[in-house]
Structure formats: C-alpha cells, structure tokens
C-alpha cells in the first residue's frame, strides 16, 4: 500500500528556478499535495512565482508551531496561508500587475516599503509606523525614503496620492 502525503513543505534559503521546477513537478504528478514554502524571507514577487508553479502558501522559517498547524489546516481546506508580514507585498505586487503597472524592476516596492507605504496612507508618523511594524525609526525612514524614490515622489503626500492613483493602496 503506498501513502501519498497530503502536504510537502519545502524549506530553502533561496528560492531558485529548480526550487520551482521542483514544485511544478510535484503538483503535475501529485495534485493532491499542498505545497507549502518556509524560509528565512521571500519577496513577494518570488512568491508569486511560486504560487503560479503551484505553491500554496509562505510561512518564516522562524514561525513557531502552532502558525505551521495553523498553515497546514489552512492549506488543506483549500485556503493559502502566508504570514502577514509579507501579505501586503504580495498583494502590492498582484495590484501592480492587475492594473498593467509596469515599472522597473528597480523601482518595484518591497514587501515591507508596501506596508510602510500603507501606513503613511493612513496619516501614520515614522514614529508611529516604527512601533507598529516593530522597528527601528532609522529604518523606516530609510523605507519612507525608498518609497519617495521608487514613486518618483517629492514628499510622503505626493507618495502617497501617487499610490492611491494607481490602486496600490486604499483609505
């Protein structure tokens, strides 16, 4: 009697062209399987390539336990898990392509420049951004600054006017 297994998580340190070949080869001979990354980070936009290679979802490879139990539930019924410290990239990302924004590679937002991005669309301070998203303020200055430049924006109200233009966030 042979058991398929009903989730296969992939652990990497870097996501790689084989990692997603591997897994469009698993989901073709096994399309029972759930697929589900872990690893220390991902951008968005390699997860979004792993999910159109069939992956079901991301979670850090430093989550604890009871967030694996709860992907694996969620995986099985049908349902994507990804933490939500990487949620708002990706869905910055599928924002970007759905309305034909196609910019530079470059200039593209990461995950967390997207979730500093959010945050200033809702009238949030650095300071307030720092202790919400649990960071340093240095660091999100560096992010607010990334934005400005990526944006091609003067100042955080044109960043985010620019934003809300293009779908990328909503009030």
Partial sequence: MRCTPEILLMTFSTLTDSHLSFIS???????????????MSVEAEELL???????????????CARDFEAAFKQALSGETPIMS?????LLFHALMQLNGVDRDP????????????????????????????????GTVKAHVSNVLRKLGAADR??????AIREGLVEL
């Fill in 157 to 162: 109200t044109q960043a985010v006017v620019k």
């Fill in 25 to 39: 080869q698993v989901r073709k001979n096994f399309p029972e399987i759930h697929v589900i990354l872990t690893g």
């Fill in 85 to 89: 410290e990487i949620a708002g990239g």
């Fill in 49 to 63: 390539s792993a999910v159109e290679h069939g992956a079901f979802g991301f979670l850090s490879s430093d989550a």
């Fill in 106 to 137: 470059e200039l593209a937002l990461s995950a967390r420049e997207y979730e500093v991005l959010q945050r200033m669309a809702h009238g949030m301070s650095n300071k307030e951004i720092a202790a919400d998203l649990k960071i340093q303020l």
